[in-house]
């Protein structure tokens, strides 16, 4: 089988030729057609190491072609989403010490086949095809468990999403379109910007400006909720634009670390910031019946062959996007 392999940071991802997988005990044997990639892949290109090889990649959507010993051998055949959240343990508040995301330490789905256990997958949603369901899975839940679960969402709230263009960021604007709030957003493109409010976002602002902050703070006279996946310097403007009880789920650091809060506007206006990441089997299984339910179906930047893996990666990096990557492997 094909499979796209990481090695060394900083490294081009290579093509090799593996031997087939087979499942065991209560795995699934996946033929998978398609693939999508997060910026999670991008960080561990960048900062780890696999001196025998791995393929990254946690989304993926495919066929389940063989079964182990205990699984259903009802389930050949089945057209499968996998759910990457793998081990989050008996607490719906933070995962476990035995948590991980497929595709590191583990192998992932940039490959032609991939075995997982049964319980991460999940009926492919009928309104989608191998294409969009292949970039529901990592982006979709994220975003879920932000926006309501953290975040607490409630119908007309006014919401502030930043850096639109990724996977989580457009699945946080769908979502919370569909649940009739009113949505709000941010880019460093004006591009981008106008994508958004063509899928229902009231107005976007332009983080490069930088009387940003003053003209989202006229505009909407303050956020309920702002869903952030960047960090760093700007994270700190953010409060400023909250109205009193406000809250801010953060799930990534794209633009590092953050450096300063000013602790009385956190107390005084009863701020709350949740760190967020992933989600929970049962989220998983809400956030499928609320895309399914509104049919939702996820914003597509681009698709690349497996070969074309790199290249792949490279618009990523770049940043270009506004929608998910994705791979077709079949």
Known sequence: ???????????????????????????VLIRLHTAALNHRDLWIQQEQTSPEGIALGSDGCGVVEDVGEDADTLLIGMEVIINPSLNWGDN???????????????????????????KQI????????????????????????ALFSKARL??????????????AALWALQFAVAYQARVYV?????????????????????????????????????????IDSAGGPQFS???????????????????????DISTRTLYWKQLSIHGTTMGTRDEFLSMLDFLESRNLKPVIDKIYPLVQINEAMN???????????????K
Not at 3 to 12: E, L, R
Not at 132 to 138: F, K
């Open 315 to 329: 618009r990523m990096k770049e940043g270009n996007q506004f929608g998910k990557i994705v791979l077709q492997i």
């Open 186 to 226: 941010t880019s460093g493109s004006d591009e981008k910007i106008n994508k958004a409010k063509a899928l229902g976002a009231i107005n976007g602002f332009n983080y490069k400006d930088p009387e940003w902050t003053q003209q989202a703070l006229k505009e909407s006279g303050g956020f309920d909720i702002v």
């Open 1 to 27: 089988m094909k499979s796209a392999i990481f090695t060394q940071p900083g490294q081009p991802l290579e093509i090799r030729e593996l031997k087939k997988p087979k499942p065991i005990k209560d795995q």
């Open 237 to 259: 403007q953010l409060l400023d634009l909250m109205v009193p009880g406000g809250r801010i789920a953060i799930f990534g650091r794209t633009a590092g670390d953050i450096p």
């Open 154 to 167: 409630r119908g007309k709230e006014k919401v502030l999403i930043t850096g639109i263009g990724g996977g």
């Open 92 to 118: 719906p508040i933070v995962q476990g010490n035995s948590f991980k995301i497929l595709g590191w330490p583990d192998a992932g789905t940039f490959s032609e086949y991939i075995v997982v256990s049964k």
């Open 122 to 145: 999940f009926e492919k949603p009928e309104h989608l095809s191998f294409q969009e369901s292949a970039a529901v899975p990592l982006a979709a839940l994220t975003a879920y468990r």
